[in-house]
């Protein structure tokens, strides 16, 4: 039961951490950055969803890692494949505001070691 209990409040930091950052910090770089692009950046109800998605994805890669690697190892491996690879994704796209980075990559790093203590402190 602790198990389940530590991904699900750190899958509910992860998407407080996410919403706050992309809705109150960076919303309107994405609007500026879509609409240079010719396209509009819409929050619907379905990218809440699959960001939830994400987000306890994200918390249980984190679970399953601490069984297998060190704290540090954990969190530089679920950074690279939850955050570098989805930037390579959106680069590749043409649709990441580069200008963002400077801000994001502290920010995501931020919210797995968070992320990342919490399932440690909760499952033990």
């Not at 930091?13 to 950052?21: A, D, G, N, Q, T």
């Not at 994805?57 to 601490?66: D, H, N, S, V």
Request: some cysteine.
């Amino acid at each position: 039961m602790r198990n389940v209990l530590a991904v699900v409040v750190s899958g509910v930091w992860i998407i407080l951490s996410e919403f706050v950052r992309n809705e109150f910090f960076f919303k309107s770089k994405w609007m500026d950055h879509y609409a240079k692009l010719g396209l509009s950046f819409e929050t619907l109800p379905i990218n809440g969803i699959l960001w939830t998605l994400w987000s306890f994805g994200q918390a249980y890669l984190i679970f399953r890692l601490l069984k297998k690697f060190s704290f540090v190892e954990t969190i530089c491996l679920t950074w690279l494949v939850c955050f570098v690879m989805m930037w390579f994704v959106l680069y590749n796209l043409q649709v990441l505001p580069t200008g963002l980075l400077v801000f994001a990559v502290p920010l995501s790093l931020l919210e797995v070691l968070v992320a990342a203590w919490i399932v440690r402190k909760v499952a033990v």
